[in-house]
Every structure is written in structure tokens, then in C-alpha cells.
């Protein structure tokens, strides 16, 4: 028997028949191939065989050669077995039997073999069928590798774009930064601080199931952003302190939240890829919402305003109070008391007092 296609790689072949003649002749069959048969006794030692292979590091055969009538497990039962676990699915089965009737050979195709071969076998059949087997086996292989290496230079694409978002966001945020009263310093200040806060509440019964490391990290490059709309406010009014501001410059000021937000969605387009810009449009739009619901641009109140909205509107208070010296932290605190449960959620600022003292 000569094959005309020789297996350079060794492909391994598991020969599953409960007749030793009929497996030493497939296994000569599949040498002439340069492929490598691993012989099986019944369906009970054929799942062994995958143990051991995969065991060894060797991983699952190429292909598996088995008969369909074998006492205890046979070659249907054989199959349905490995077509249903994720690890083994993927092999391509060929089933033997003496029973060329029309409802066995459907059966076998139903429960998921690519083949079916009647006995008496012909060597050139099965070396033409096992060959067609093999390469389709390895072109879906080399597909899947393609779509693998495929996802991960999406991933890396779509991560460039991410960090080019903040990038931007940073610039702008930048902008705004120099047309307002506050400086770089007091930025990083807000960074950091939330950070921590949101480090204390996960150590908080009452948050311990909302906060994750990544919402911690998130809300750390988020939190500065919070008056990007300032970019869109003329820097007259920003310099005005909020009792000088006319009617129609306090609406105009207070539109910067609406101005940031639409700044941000514009840029968020329809990317799901992470929660970065989606947790930065709800700390623009509702860090100046008050806890009793007096806030601004919606009213909105209590558990209703985005729990990071709710840590920035906290936390840019305290930063404010203690800038450049103005109060200390118990000061601020003291004087902030005051304000948790109006402008602050009441449970937040008393987290805030436990982990003062790591603030900046």
C-alpha cells in the first residue's frame, strides 16, 4: 500500500476497534501515510489514550479512526462523548462499520462524525478519506490561528485608540484648566484622591460589591476631566467668583456639564472597548448634582447620581477647600460636615473622614 501524500509531521491518528486485526491493519495503513497510529482496544481505553496524550503535553490526535460496534462503549456513544466536551469537539471523527444501511450512516452524521466508512474497507479509500480529514482539520487550525492573531491585533489597535481618546481628553482638559482658577496641582490632587476614597469604600460593606480594581483605576484618570466643558465657558465668567455671576452667566457656567458631556459622547462614538470614557461622561455631566436632589443640570438625587459622580463631586469640594493652603484637612472636613446628606452622600464623606488622613 503507497500513499502518494506523505505526513511529514507525524500526525497522530487514534485506531479505535475491539477486532486486533482490523486495528493492526489501519494502523499499517495510516504508517504508510508517515502519520503515527495509536490503537485502542475499545471506547473505554480510546478515552484513556486521550488522557495520556493530552497528559503528556502531546495534546488530542488528528483525527480518530473508530469502529461503531464495540462492547461497552461504542462508537456512536464514542462519539456523542467527545463531540460534547469542548476539549476534544474539534477532533475529526471517522466511524467503520459492516452496516451500510442508510439510517446507520445518518445516525453517525447526526451525532456529529465528518465520516463514515463501510467494511470491508478498501487502503486507498481510507488513506484518501483520512488525507481529505487531515487537511481540513489543519486548514481549520491555521484559520483559528489567523483569527486569534486577528483578535489580538484588534485588541492592540483598539487600545492605541483608547489611550489617543485620553490623550485628547487630557489636552482639552488642559485647556480648560488654564482658562479657569484651578492649576495642574490641583488636578493630580483630584486624581489621586478619588482613588483613595474609592479604595476605603471597597473595603466597605456598602461598596465592597460595586467598587473593582478596575473601576478604581478608572476613576482615577477619569475624575480630572470633570470640568472639560469649562473649554466652551468664556474665561471671564470662569474667573468670577458664583455669588458675582449674573443669571445668564450662571446658566451659561452651569452648561459646561452638558458641553463636556457632548464633547465626550461625540468621542465615544459606538466603542464598548472599555468603561473609561463611559465612566468620564457621567462624572462631567452629574458631579455638580447635590445629594437632596438641588444639584444641577438634572435634579437628580440620593442613589440616583453615578456612584462616580458622586466620589469626584466629594472629592473636588475637599479639594477646593484645601487648596493652596486655605483650610486644613479637619477644617475642610468640619466645614463639609455640614453639607453631607445636602450636597453629599452622607455614608461617602464618612468613608472620606475614616481615610483622611492618606488624602493629598
Known amino acids: 500500500m503507497f500513499y502518494k501524500e506523505k505526513y511529514a509531521g507525524g500526525e497522530t491518528i487514534l485506531i479505535v476497534d475491539d477486532v486486533e486485526i482490523n486495528r493492526e491493519i489501519l494502523g499499517e495503513i495510516i504508517r504508510n501515510m508517515g502519520c503515527r497510529p495509536v490503537l485502542a482496544a475499545n471506547g473505554e481505553n480510546a478515552l484513556e489514550q486521550l488522557r495520556i496524550l493530552q497528559m503528556s503535553g502531546e495534546g488530542p490526535p488528528q483525527l480518530i479512526l473508530t469502529d461503531v460496534s464495540m462492547p461497552g462503549i461504542d462508537g456512536y456513544e464514542l462519539c456523542r462523548i ?15 462499520s459492516a452496516n451500510d444501511k442508510p ?60 489611550l489617543e481618546k485620553k490623550n485628547i481628553l487630557y489636552a482639552l482638559a488642559g485647556i480648560a484648566e488654564k482658562n479657569s482658577t484651578y492649576d495642574e496641582s490641583y488636578r493630580k490632587r483630584m486624581s489621586a484622591n478619588c482613588g483613595i476614597l474609592a479604595q476605603g469604600m471597597q473595603l466597605s460593606p456598602l461598596y465592597e460589591e460595586r467598587i473593582s480594581d478596575t473601576f478604581i483605576d478608572t476613576i482615577e484618570l477619569a475624575a480630572p476631566l470633570c470640568d472639560i466643558g469649562n473649554i466652551g465657558v468664556p474665561e471671564e465668567i470662569l474667573k468670577k467668583e458664583e455669588a458675582e455671576l449674573t443669571e445668564q452667566e450662571r446658566i451659561l457656567m452651569q452648561g459646561h456639564t452638558g458641553m463636556g458631556a457632548k464633547l465626550l459622547s461625540d468621542l465615544h462614538g459606538s466603542s464598548d472597548y472599555n468603561d473609561f470614557v463611559s465612566i468620564s461622561m457621567e462624572i462631567v455631566h452629574y458631579h455638580h448634582e447635590n445629594w437632596d436632589g438641588s444639584g444641577y443640570p438634572a435634579g437628580l438625587k440620593g442613589e440616583e447620581i453615578p456612584l462616580a459622580a458622586q466620589i469626584v463631586s466629594l472629592m473636588s469640594r475637599y479639594c477646593t477647600l484645601t487648596a493652596k493652603g486655605n483650610l486644613n484637612r479637619q477644617e475642610a472636613l468640619s466645614e463639609m460636615k455640614e453639607e453631607a446628606g445636602i450636597k453629599f452622600n452622607p455614608d461617602i464623606y464618612k ?10
Open 103 to 162: 439510517q446507520d450512516i445518518v445516525e453517525g452524521f447526526s451525532i456529529g462524525c465528518e465520516d463514515y466508512i463501510t467494511k470491508p474497507f478498501i487502503p486507498e479509500e481510507v488513506q484518501a478519506r483520512v488525507g481529505v480529514h487531515l487537511r481540513l482539520y489543519e486548514m481549520a487550525r491555521e484559520l483559528q490561528e489567523k483569527n486569534r492573531r486577528l483578535q489580538v491585533s484588534v485588541g492592540e489597535q483598539l487600545r492605541q485608540m483608547e
Open 351 to 360: 468613608i472620606c473622614c475614616k481615610i483622611s488622613r492618606q488624602l493629598k
Open 82 to 96: 467527545l463531540k460534547g466536551n469542548a476539549r476534544t469537539r474539534s477532533i475529526p471523527i471517522v466511524l467503520i
